[in-house]
């Protein structure tokens, strides 16, 4: 998912989360209140002016048009969470088991049969909820809302309608987050409903980044959009500047990439400035739309005609749920560090930007770089091994960093067997590519291949004078002014050494010999 | 047919005596000096488990008595929509186990009726729904399985309202049951298979399930003892949900001590339904003691308080002097009685009829038709749907389905739904307000006997108001227990009526101690219904 982060940045130039970093930096604080989208651009534009640059994939007369109007954006977010078993009943959940395979009386919807809550699941709402940021309900409960579907058993799905979990909570792109919901019989899930707060394509699709790291550095679910595990709805609307009321809703589905989120949604903006543009604003109804990836925009998918009426009403077979302020507070003291403390985290270690996006973007990376950095590795030097040839060698092979052969403890010993002279800079990567594809230590690799540096000057001397002595013809050349000689020597000791001498120590006694006057 | 009955030997286990009926007015009561001494009834639970440990008798020949009086009995009553093939296979198990000397459960033998709508593996459970025709669960309901794990024997499935929704029986969507009093009446209901089976002794307990009254108001028709426990006392996992809210699995004796047992056997927590309770289920079988144990004012100083709003106009006159002589009864084993008024009382009937509609809307969703039950073909799914459940269902249910589907409406939820819930939580408090003064209420258990078959079948609403004595218990989530107090006029020898006893919630151990004593020393009749007079 690093990638998609990093190209998210390289395309779009205006993410929220780049301005987010920096105003923290310029200590600009009052996260919360920055919520709407004059007061962000406007600190966009004073920190970076290059940033609002219009988009260069849409005409002028467009991007005018766009000028006069508001997107109103909020996102639904659905994550699948990784329980071992189903939410209401001890069948096994499992994606991608066969049909029917995994069910049971109560997932059936047997007659005389009952739900029973998964203690998990409250587990991991109350999780997610503070991370956050929410007020959580020490006192909540579970609804019904019915409707007839043939995957919907009961002829009703067990929510909560009116008392989410957790509430009123934010993440730190200034966005509001409403509720964490606990939803659906069957399949756990967790609702998470922001309020329409975003303002285009690129800052709903960093939302719901975020929302998948989030989920990933909890171990609440695996966050796979292909998956089905994390699903974004987003309703979308849009108004002239300066009108108060929201326009007409549509929500868009089937979005299983943020990049197509974030397009579909600069589609469904500009399609509909149009037809404000054109006086058709009629013609904005409320309705379902599907984002076509082949076609690259939103189609129809079904029109609502009026409200569907769920009749919700409290579920009585589920007790409420009760939580304990000492149960929230045991949870919220296992909560791991998250994406944005990390982030500010390697920003203040000194990381570039660039390099914090992308440690941080994906747990697994972060976590091993942490454990690198652990081990007393530099923390430039691991971040650009991480982030150079680790990241090429992991993109070639299509491994994840969990499946590396390299443990951390190699790496710290390598960067610090360069860091100490044991070895030079280039015989590091060699053995960084061997512990790549075969693993094993760093310092077996050096005793092994006999790759421990020269560093011993009485030792170079007598390789230098050896050289020296052997090429008279180039040292004469080189004193009668054809200093660049001093490489062509310099390349020959280092051949004698087999690559071990110590570079530094080797051209300072060379240059002694080629200038000595014997 | 009857008069070719040979009576079983273990017929004379049975106390089969029948009331001693005159003209006028039949109610019982300690004060009646002209009425016959009989003795107190015996518990059918504890005279089978001495006779099999003393081999005076078989449960294979228990079993079979019963089974030839179901056979003799059962054309005329229609109490059960079937009749299991296991009872001698089962009974036989039983007497093995006698056999070799092990130990023997304490319902070891005992012949035990099941409401159609409490789930039995492998045997039909339709809750007398068409749309449920021919399906058998894959899995007992908790209560079976504890009744199943204690030697109990399960007879065969009884007739109900249709999804417990009704007071007569006769929305079974398959027959109708007569009362054994009266064959030209109603057994009451929706438990009124299993009440009129218990008091035709088809089989010595029965469970049933009480929504609004389905237990405790068959049982007051029956003249036996409906025993309807706390809100959470008993598992609902494998009852099938009518309203969630308000359900509970009761249990029907002919004796007090029966109707206990049986409770004690099926109560506990059960990890399969969260809304069931955690609190101990104390031994009530020490509460039974034989009349000769009593002291002379055994229930001295007990508290009853009798709720003034359910003797008010609308009460049959004779349900009123039975309830006021049982008062007098009680008064008479030492209790002080006191007048008590529940303010809300008369809210409960429309509050209850919103909220069990309500939640029966959505409970009978998933009766769709399509993963198991009566399936209409279509070429269409909500056509499927349509024809499913129109062909399935009956027009009682149907008609509180879209009671229900109304009130949960957007625009109607909170004059209805909410309102309702609200009443509910007054009912509540007025109960513990009272409960608090007082260690039991009481009240007639129906504002009537037995009433004619099709005598209400198109007035809903008057089936609805007979109903009134018992939904606020449902509401109030308490216990109760309903007992034979008394006769009146009608029929060939008189109706049973019954007396409600109302106790604190999951105090069931006061209520059957009270109701015990009382049962064994009313004196001037014993509830036998005439057809078995007849037939013993």
Redesign the interface.
């Known amino acids: 998912m690093s990638t998609t982060l990093l190209k998210t940045i390289q395309l779009n130039q205006f993410s929220l989360l780049g301005t987010a970093l920096i105003r923290r930096r310029s200590n600009n604080v009052s996260v919360r209140c920055c919520g709407s989208q004059t007061a962000t651009t406007h600190e966009a534009k004073q920190t970076s002016p290059s940033r609002v640059a219009p988009k260069n994939h849409k005409s002028n007369k467009l991007d005018e048009i766009l000028r006069d109007y508001e997107a109103v954006i909020g996102i639904e977010t659905h994550v699948q969470l990784s329980t071992l078993t189903k939410a209401f009943c001890s069948c096994s959940n499992n994606y991608g088991s066969y049909p029917n395979t995994s069910i049971c009386p109560v997932c059936m919807g047997l007659p005389g049969a009952l739900p029973v809550l998964n203690s998990k699941v409250v587990e991991f709402g109350v999780r997610l909820g503070l991370a956050l940021n929410c007020e959580l309900s020490l006192k909540s409960k579970f609804d019904r809302k019915q409707y007839f579907y043939p995957d919907l058993p009961k002829g009703y799905q067990i929510s909560q309608f009116d008392i989410p979990i957790a509430s009123g909570g934010y993440v730190d792109l200034d966005i509001y987050v409403v509720q964490v919901d606990l939803n659906r019989a069957g399949v756990p899930l967790l609702e998470i409903v922001s309020e329409p707060d975003m303002r285009s394509g690129v800052e709903a699709a960093e939302y719901a980044c975020e929302m998948q790291r989030i989920a990933r550095y909890l171990g609440v679910s695996n966050g796979n959009m292909q998956e089905g595990s994390l699903r974004c709805d987003v309703n979308i609307s849009i108004r002239p500047i300066g009108q108060a009321e929201f326009g007409t809703k549509v929500e868009i589905k089937n979005l299983n990439a943020f990049s197509a989120m974030s397009r579909a949604i600069d589609f469904e903006i500009s399609r509909q400035a149009l037809l404000y543009d054109q006086g058709k604003a009629d013609q904005i109804v409320t309705e379902t739309r599907l984002w076509d990836e082949g076609a690259q925009k939103t189609v129809t998918m079904r029109k609502k005609e009026g409200l569907a009426d769920y009749r919700y009403f409290p579920e009585p077979d589920l007790p409420e749920v009760i939580l304990t302020q000492e149960y929230v507070d045991s949870i919220r003291a296992s909560l791991p560090e998250l994406p944005e403390a990390k982030r500010r985290r390697y920003e203040a270690m000194g990381l570039g930007m660039q390099d914090v996006l992308f440690l941080a973007n994906d747990v697994s990376v972060a976590e091993y770089f942490d454990a690198v950095i652990g081990k007393g590795a530099e923390v430039k030097l691991a971040a650009n091994w991480i982030m150079g040839d680790i990241a090429a060698y992991l993109k070639n092979e299509k491994l994840s960093i969990n499946d590396m052969k390299l443990t951390t403890q190699e790496l710290a010993e390598l960067i610090a067997a360069i860091k100490d002279g044991t070895i030079s800079g280039k015989i590091g990567k060699e053995i960084l590519f061997e512990l790549l594809a075969k693993g094993g230590t760093v310092k077996g690799m050096i005793k092994e291949k006999d790759l421990v540096q020269i560093t011993d000057p009485a030792e170079i001397e007598k390789m230098v004078i050896k050289v020296v002595s052997e090429n008279q013809k180039q040292l004469e050349q080189y004193r009668s002014g054809k200093t660049k000689l001093q490489g062509y020597f310099a390349g020959q000791v280092m051949k004698m050494s087999k690559g071990k001498a110590n570079p530094g120590l080797l051209n300072k006694i060379l240059l002694e010999k080629l200038n000595a006057k014997d | 047919m009857l008069s070719t009955l040979q009576p079983p030997r273990s017929l004379s286990l049975l106390p089969l005596r029948r009331f001693q009926s005159s003209k006028h007015i039949v109610s019982a009561a300690s004060s009646s000096s002209t009425a016959p001494v009989t003795s107190p009834p015996q518990s059918q639970i504890l005279t089978t488990r001495r006779s099999l440990l003393s081999g005076e008798t078989t449960a294979v020949e228990i079993a079979k008595s019963y089974l030839s009086r179901i056979r003799l009995t059962e054309p005329q009553l229609k109490c059960f929509l079937h009749v299991s093939e296991n009872v001698l296979k089962d009974a036989q198990e039983v007497d093995q186990r006698i056999a070799k000397g092990e130990e023997l459960g304490p319902l070891a033998g005992v012949l035990i009726g099941v409401k159609d ?3 039995t593996e492998g045997m039909p ?1 339709t ?1 007398a729904s068409r749309i ?1 025709e021919h ?1 058998r ?3 007992d ?1 908790t209560a079976i399985k504890k009744i199943k794990d204690l030697g109990g024997i399960v007879v065969g499935k009884t007739n109900m309202d249709e999804f417990g929704m009704g007071s007569t029986t006769e929305a079974s969507a398959f027959q109708v049951t007569a009362n054994p009093w009266d064959l030209t009446r109603v057994p009451g209901g929706s438990s009124g298979g299993s009440a009129a089976a218990v008091a035709a002794r088809q089989c010595m307990v029965s469970l049933g399930s009480d929504t609004g009254g389905s237990v405790r108001q068959p049982a007051s028709f029956c003249g036996v003892v409906g025993l309807k426990p706390t809100y959470g006392r008993v598992s ?6 009518y ?3 308000l359900d509970v699995i009761g249990c029907f004796g002919s004796t007090v001590a029966d109707a206990g047992m049986l409770l004690h056997a099926i109560s506990g927590y059960d ?5 069931s309770s955690k609190q101990d289920v104390p031994e009530f079988q020490s509460q039974f003691l034989s009349v000769d144990h009593f002291e002379c004012k055994p229930l001295k100083g007990v508290k009853v308080g009798i709720i003034c709003e359910t003797l008010e106009d609308g009460v049959d006159s004779g349900v009123r002097s039975a309830t006021q002589e049982a008062a007098s009864h009680l008064e008479a084993l030492g209790c002080v009685l006191t007048e008590v008024s529940l303010p809300s009382f008369s809210l409960g009937l429309p509050a209850y009829y919103v909220i069990a509609s ?2 029966s ?2 409970n009978l ?4 038709g ?3 039950g009566n399936q209409v073909m279509a070429e269409e ?2 056509k499927l ?1 349509e024809c499913s459940r129109g062909e399935g269902f009956g027009g009682e249910v149907k008609m509180r389905i879209l009671m229900g ?1 109304y009130a ?3 625009g109607y ?1 909170d004059a209805y ?1 909410k309102r309702a819930q609200q009443v509910r939580t007054l009912i509540q408090k007025d109960f513990k307000a009272a409960l608090e003064q007082n260690d039991i209420l009481i009240s007639p258990a129906a504002p009537s006997a037995a009433y004619k078959i099709g005598e209400k079948k198109d007035d809903p609403l008057a089936m609805y108001a007979g109903d009134i004595m018992t939904v606020n218990v449902n509401l109030a989530g308490l216990p109760a227990v309903v007992l034979p107090c008394g006769l009146v006029e009608g029929g060939p020898s008189g109706l049973p009526v019954g007396l409600q006893m109302i106790g604190a919630a999951f105090d069931e151990e006061k209520l059957l101690k009270v109701g015990h004593i009382f049962e064994q020393t009313l004196k001037g009749s014993s509830f036998v219904p005439p057809l078995l007079a007849n037939v013993a």
């Open positions: 709508n409490i789930c459970s809750a449920l399906y669960p894959p899995f309901a609902r996992f494998g009852l099938m949900a309203a969630s809210s990890r399969f339904d969260s809304t309500s939640e809307s959505s969703s998933r009766y769709d399509v993963r198991y799914l909500n749907y589907t949960l409406s957007a939820y739904y």
